[in-house]
């Protein structure tokens, strides 16, 4: 399919006019083709060579509109840092419509109803970064949103500093967020609240539909998915940053790219939001702080589900959904299949130990995927190889009881454990050349965060440790 046989549908807009608001795209001034990423155009079928169509830039620039698409905001609110906010919504991001069941959204297209003060804008530097990083997470089997494409252009904006402004061509099977429901909850407007349920289910768990229960058991499976989500986050070395209510799928998927970061050195305290200074989005706080969004949740669906059994559920989140599927995560990073009690303290005294080695996340499950009883590599890598030596002892006990040679274990962890993940260093490289039009890098990232896991000998510089200046640097939300 070419852009110009697009044809869109726009189911939410059924949903009534208290969802959303019909805004257009402010065009940004001389736009350029930034990155295409054929793999996203797959998905919406269409022509991998899109990328030197014409009307790829007027599509996110918002100057060509597909068949059948009809740009909207959509109304939101949400719990930021622990407070309501009832007046969110997207504030720069307008919907077109949707295409093979992806929820097609341009980011940074000027301002809504919903921009407060805000200029509508996105900067070069924060679209990039979530562009490449949400295609890293999927190619890291981390549920999440797509881009399609991203462009640059003339147009002055001013964030900490005069920057360009871009836009990026996201997609999602949802854009609905904890905030939605908190919306017409909030606004007391449960009729639209249980509408809003049924089109989530009719969105996100089709399965459900022909089910009595179907509401309750949306949000049982929202708590499992958040429950995977989070675990696979913590997993990988996946810090958010701005875990409010508005940036939490309904549909368990990693939404809203701001200032994430994954882990450089291990600290399990870090937070890579300089904004958030006492912590509440840190690295170690997310899988709590996913547990509150999640009773929010709740909150805002009393009114059509009983609260007593989405209590219940809630209960179960921290007394086992979550811990199991951490363990589960870490459980296969460590290439162990069996599941034993004790599991728990090996991944307890392996965090402590990582945090107390200054050691980076990524490098040291990458070399212990090689690790055949010889330590001298992982001594290598860690500042404080001395508790790494205490762990390895409790690992090689473990592994004992595995019955799997080393080389099977290899094999496993290899495919769980990747060389390649987006550090912000590495962003930031990419970033500083394309504002200088070289997007050479972008390309490059892009290319890397599709083989996580390959052995990639042109790229070696970067499965290596993060340079000191740069680790487990915070950034800024402003973007
Ligand atoms: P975030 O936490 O970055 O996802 O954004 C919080 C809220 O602020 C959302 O409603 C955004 O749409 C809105 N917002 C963020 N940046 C801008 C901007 N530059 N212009 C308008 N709205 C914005
Ligand atoms: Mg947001």
Same mark, same amino acid.
């Given at each position: 399919?070419?852009?110009?046989?697009?044809?869109?549908?726009?189911?939410?807009?059924?949903?009534?006019?208290?969802?959303?608001?019909?805004?257009?795209?402010?065009?940004?001034?001389?736009?350029?083709?930034?990155?295409?990423?054929?793999?996203?155009?797959?998905?919406?079928?269409?022509?991998?060579?899109?990328?030197?169509?014409?009307?790829?830039?007027?599509?996110?620039?918002?100057?060509?509109?597909?068949?059948?698409?009809?740009?909207?905001?959509?109304?939101?609110?949400?719990?930021?840092?622990?407070?309501?906010?009832?007046?969110?919504?997207?504030?720069?991001?307008?919907?077109?419509?949707?295409?093979?069941?992806?929820?097609?959204?341009?980011?940074?297209?000027?301002?809504?109803?919903?921009?407060?003060?805000?200029?509508?804008?996105?900067?070069?530097?924060?679209?990039?970064?979530?562009?490449?990083?949400?295609?890293?997470?999927?190619?890291?089997?981390?549920?999440?949103?797509?881009?399609?494409?991203?462009?640059?252009?003339?147009?002055?904006?001013?964030?900490?500093?005069?920057?360009?402004?871009?836009?990026?061509?996201?997609?999602?099977?949802?854009?609905?967020?904890?905030?939605?429901?908190?919306?017409?909850?909030?606004?007391?407007?449960?009729?639209?609240?249980?509408?809003?349920?049924?089109?989530?289910?009719?969105?996100?768990?089709?399965?459900?539909?022909?089910?009595?229960?179907?509401?309750?058991?949306?949000?049982?499976?929202?708590?499992?998915?958040?429950?995977?989500?989070?675990?696979?986050?913590?997993?990988?070395?996946?810090?958010?940053?701005?875990?409010?209510?508005?940036?939490?799928?309904?549909?368990?998927?990693?939404?809203?790219?701001?200032?994430?970061?994954?882990?450089?050195?291990?600290?399990?305290?870090?937070?890579?939001?300089?904004?958030?200074?006492?912590?509440?989005?840190?690295?170690?706080?997310?899988?709590?702080?996913?547990?509150?969004?999640?009773?929010?949740?709740?909150?805002?669906?009393?009114?059509?589900?009983? &609260?007593?059994?989405?209590?219940? &559920?809630?209960?179960?989140?921290?007394?086992?959904?979550?811990?199991?599927?951490?363990? &589960?995560?870490?459980?296969?990073?460590?290439?162990?299949?069996?599941?034993?009690?004790?599991?728990?303290?090996?991944?307890?005294?392996?965090?402590?130990?990582?945090?107390?080695?200054?050691?980076?996340?990524?490098?040291?499950?990458?070399?212990?995927?090689?690790?055949?009883?010889?330590?001298?590599?992982?001594?290598?890598?860690?500042?404080?190889?001395?508790?790494?030596?205490?762990?390895?002892?409790?690992?090689?006990?473990?592994?004992?009881?595995?019955?799997?040679?080393?080389?099977?274990?290899?094999?496993?962890?290899?495919?769980?454990?990747?060389?390649?993940?987006?550090?912000?260093?590495?962003?930031?490289?990419?970033?500083?050349?394309?504002?200088?039009?070289?997007?050479?890098?972008?390309?490059?990232?892009?290319?890397?965060?599709?083989?996580?896991?390959?052995?990639?000998?042109?790229?070696?510089?970067?499965?290596?440790?993060?340079?000191?200046?740069?680790?487990?640097?915070?950034?800024?939300?402003?973007?």
């Amino acid at each position: 399919m070419t852009i110009q046989n697009m044809i869109l549908q726009t189911p939410y807009l059924t949903l009534g006019e208290e969802f959303y608001n019909e805004t257009k795209s402010d065009p940004l001034e001389e736009p350029y083709l930034i990155s295409f990423n054929p793999q996203a155009a797959k998905l919406i079928e269409l022509d991998e060579n899109s990328a030197t169509d014409p009307l790829l830039v007027s599509l996110l620039n918002g100057t060509f509109i597909p068949k059948g698409a009809s740009p909207f905001a959509m109304a939101y609110a949400g719990h930021q840092f622990g407070h309501y906010n009832p007046w969110l919504g997207d504030g720069r991001a307008i919907n077109l419509g949707t295409l093979n069941a992806w929820n097609l959204q341009t980011k940074g297209s000027g301002e809504t109803l919903y921009s407060r003060s805000a200029d509508g804008r996105a900067a070069i530097r924060s679209s990039i970064r979530e562009y490449l990083m949400s295609e890293s997470m999927f190619h890291l089997g981390i549920a999440t949103t797509r881009a399609l494409a991203i462009i640059g252009s003339k147009t002055k904006i001013i964030r900490n500093k005069i920057e360009n402004a871009a836009v990026v061509m996201r997609m999602s099977p949802s854009w609905v967020r904890f905030g939605t429901f908190e919306y017409f909850y909030y606004n007391r407007e449960y009729d639209k609240l249980h509408a809003l349920a049924e089109y989530v289910i009719e969105e996100s768990f089709a399965h459900l539909q022909a089910d009595d229960d179907r509401l309750l058991k949306m949000f049982c499976e929202v708590v499992d998915k958040t429950a995977t989500l989070i675990a696979q986050w913590q997993g990988i070395g996946f810090n958010h940053g701005v875990m409010n209510t508005d940036n939490m799928s309904i549909a368990g998927l990693t939404i809203d790219y701001g200032p994430f970061a994954m882990m450089d050195d291990f600290n399990f305290g870090y937070i890579c939001n300089c904004s958030d200074i006492v912590g509440r989005y840190s690295y170690a706080e997310q899988p709590n702080v996913a547990y509150w969004n999640l009773t929010m949740l709740a909150k805002a669906l009393s009114p059509i589900i009983s &609260k007593d059994k989405m209590d219940k &559920k809630l209960e179960e989140y921290g007394a086992s959904l979550y811990p199991n599927a951490y363990i &589960k995560v870490m459980c296969t990073k460590l290439g162990l299949k069996k599941r034993l009690d004790s599991d728990a303290e090996l991944v307890e005294e392996l965090v402590i130990a990582l945090h107390d080695a200054f050691v980076d996340y990524t490098l040291f499950f990458r070399t212990l995927s090689h690790y055949d009883g010889n330590r001298e590599n992982l001594y290598d890598i860690a500042m404080n190889p001395v508790v790494v030596d205490k762990w390895l002892a409790l690992y090689d006990k473990r592994v004992t009881l595995e019955e799997s040679s080393y080389e099977e274990r290899r094999e496993m962890m290899l495919q769980e454990n990747p060389k390649y993940v987006l550090k912000n260093h590495m962003l930031q490289e990419a970033i500083v050349l394309a504002e200088d039009g070289d997007f050479s890098k972008v390309e490059e990232l892009l290319y890397i965060a599709t083989h996580p896991y390959d052995e990639l000998p042109e790229f070696e510089h970067f499965a290596g440790d993060t340079p000191e200046e740069y680790k487990n640097i915070g950034l800024s939300c402003s973007s």
